[in-house]
């Protein structure tokens, strides 16, 4: 049986970033990947599909100097964002954030970037495994906490400490954390996949050159119905685009009798649109001087015949139990947000913090750790998601417009304006007192002293 001292189940952004600070601090770390196929990717590897945009200060939080990244990994530098509602729009060219980064952002090739993560990983000597799906981990804490993985193919391998980061589906995760909680409560009332995901489709289509701002993100808020639901458009290189959309999973489309008021909806809709469907409606309605024959599939892109599905986590983040010797990373934690498509930077830092603390033999920081990072990030997202939950499409508008006038310099939205009037000094209000609610780490659910080790 193979030992190591550090132990990480699953490949993508949180994993590798973990297992390179583990092994760049002289520990064996080993990763341990099941493998998916990709059509833009040679061989098997992590579930790397994601809209992957990445804004100027989340480089910051991320970590990695851009000028680290391969030539292939960036593909399109930002100047700013678009954001529409059914009859108001507001364009953003500034974050408002402070960051180094010259522009506002950039859109990224994840799988490359995924790849790139997973070399940089090997090249500090860790162990990277393909195929290698983790049937259960049994931990032994009766002493110095061990943990024995078993493999679908028979074998096991022993670790000392164990980081978790098989993203938002949480196979293995909430297996092992399951036994940890106490009798009577289940780890999917908490991190439950059906319930409080959300799936996502994209495709990668061409656009014709005058129709797209190749430097521009564009999303609509209020075209289709669901918490947190929007479909965006996502420029690549040259003219090639991701359309996609995010929606919670298990919509009834009689829970919206006002469907008429959402853009992608049609008045005789007797069920929730399929991603493909929402998706060719978007592009007739936003884009009425083309023909649908005017966006082909790019088929060779994707992970297959030019699109994509794949879940993102919408829960709010999870403590791990670092007296078990488990530290949880990424997705698997709840730290990506169905509001703002994805994560990859908070899984980056988070994999990053984990396998060092691993490393060193210091996982019992590894919660506060975490929260001076990424926790002002998380703060934001919890707190924009709540306000937003219950939003119609006349919510956005009224959201929209308040927020141009909030505007106190062309192109960012950076503080309170007294032209807002009212409306604003209610906008601001309510995200002062929702940020209040959840102060002080109250955006984390499930605490590190709820679990019984």
Known sequence: ????????????????????????????????????????????????????????????????DPD???????????????????????????????????????????????????????????????????????????????????????EEIQADRLVLS??????????????????GQDITDYVGTTKANHIAYQEHREFPEDAIEKDMLRFWWGAMPGETAYPWVFPNDGTVARVGLTMPIGLDIDDFPNQ???????????????GSEYIERLLERAYPEYDLEDFPLVEDRGKRDGTETYAISSTRPIDSPTGA???????????????????????????????????????????????????????????????VADYEPADWDRAFSTARKLMQREGSLIGFSPRAGFSGLKLFAQYWWTKRKFRDGGYVQLHEDEFEV
């Open 1 to 64: 049986m193979d030992r190591y001292d550090v132990a990480i189940v699953g490949g993508g952004p949180a994993g590798a970033a973990a297992a390179y600070e583990a092994a760049s601090r002289g520990a064996e770390a080993v990763v341990l990947e099941k493998g998916v196929p990709r059509a833009d990717r040679d061989g098997l590897g992590p579930d790397s599909t994601d809209a992957a945009g990445m804004l100027d200060y989340w480089i910051e939080i991320m970590g990695i």
């Open 68 to 154: 680290e990244l391969p030539d292939d990994v960036i593909l399109q530098e930002l100047s700013g964002t678009e954001f529409e509602g059914p009859t108001e729009s507001l364009r953003l060219e500034r974050t408002g954030m402070e960051a180094d980064y010259p522009h506002f952002g950039y859109t990224f090739q994840r799988a490359r970037m995924d790849d790139w993560l997973i070399e940089r990983a090997e090249d500090a000597g860790a162990e990277y495994r393909v195929e290698a799906s983790v049937t259960g981990v049994d931990s032994d804490l009766t002493g110095d906490p061990e943990h024995t993985v078993s493999l679908r193919n028979g």
């Open 166 to 183: 098989d993203g938002p589906q949480r196979q293995v995760t909430n297996r092992v954390l399951d036994p940890l909680l106490p009798d």
């Open 260 to 274: 008429e008021e959402y853009l992608l909806l049609d008045a005789d809709d007797d069920s929730i649109p399929s």
């Open 325 to 387: 010797g488990i530290a949880i990373a990424g997705g698997a934690m709840g730290t990506t947000s169905a509001f703002h498509e994805g994560g990859y930077h908070v899984a980056v830092r988070s994999g990053a913090i984990a396998g060092e603390l691993a490393a060193t033999r210091r996982l019992e920081a590894y919660n506060e750790a975490w929260k001076e990072a990424i926790g002002d990030e998380i703060l934001r997202n919890v707190s924009f998601a709540d306000i």
